[in-house]
């Protein structure tokens, strides 16, 4: 979650919010994930509304966590289903972007002129895989680092197929605590 990126990479945190002009991101704003992944859709949509408020006259929502631009674009429509405020929520999902996505998708930047004289690995967000398809924008962000050598985790797949199969327990050949 985005706070867990505050909370121990606090300057990666503030590095991508200051590479968006005019950003109003109040640090440390609570979307309602944790109360909406246990089931408290009421206390959800308590917080969510004041989101919404937040955002309405924002051009573009920029985060920097596939699980929070999920909860923006994907889960509060869901949780405003049938209500007034559905319109509005559709309308943030809309102009909600993830980082890597904004810049190559949304501006069609892919270099940042940056350079990591390394060789590194990129972990797949689950969030951002499997609700927001974001998966080729930040390796491209990464191919045009200057002498960055990217390599693939030897266990990516397996853990593609947990996610999958976490978001699908019944495909799972056992059932696990959290699917019963």
């Known amino acids: 979650m985005c706070r867990v990126s505050w909370a121990f990479y606090p300057q990666a945190a ?12 109040p640090h440390g704003l609570l979307l309602g ?7 408290y859709w009421d206390e959800t949509r308590s917080v969510a ?8 006259k924002s051009e573009a929502v920029v985060i920097v966590s596939g699980s929070c631009g999920a909860m923006l674009k994907v889960f509060y429509p869901q949780i405003f289903e049938g209500t007034p405020h559905l319109d509005e929520a559709r309308a943030l999902g809309e102009k909600t972007w993830e980082f890597s996505d904004f810049l190559v998708s949304k501006l069609g930047v892919t270099d940042v ?3 990591f004289p ?3 690995t990129f972990h797949d967000g689950c969030h951002g895989l499997r609700e927001l398809n974001i998966q ?3 390796r491209e962000l990464l191919r045009k680092r ?4 990217t390599c693939r985790a030897r ?23 959290w699917a019963k």
Do not use: E, H
């Open 14 to 25: 503030i590095s991508a919010g200051s590479g968006t002009a005019g950003s109003d991101y």
């Open 113 to 115: 002129g940056a350079r």
């Open 118 to 120: 390394a060789r590194v």
């Open 49 to 56: 509304r004041r989101v919404l408020k937040l955002f309405r």
């Open 33 to 39: 994930q944790p109360a909406f992944n246990s089931g």
């Open 155 to 177: 266990r990516s797949a397996n853990l593609l197929r947990f996610r999958r199969a976490r978001s699908r327990p019944s495909s799972l050949p056992f059932q696990p605590r």
């Open 146 to 149: 200057a002498r960055l050598r």
């Open 136 to 138: 080729q924008q930040p």
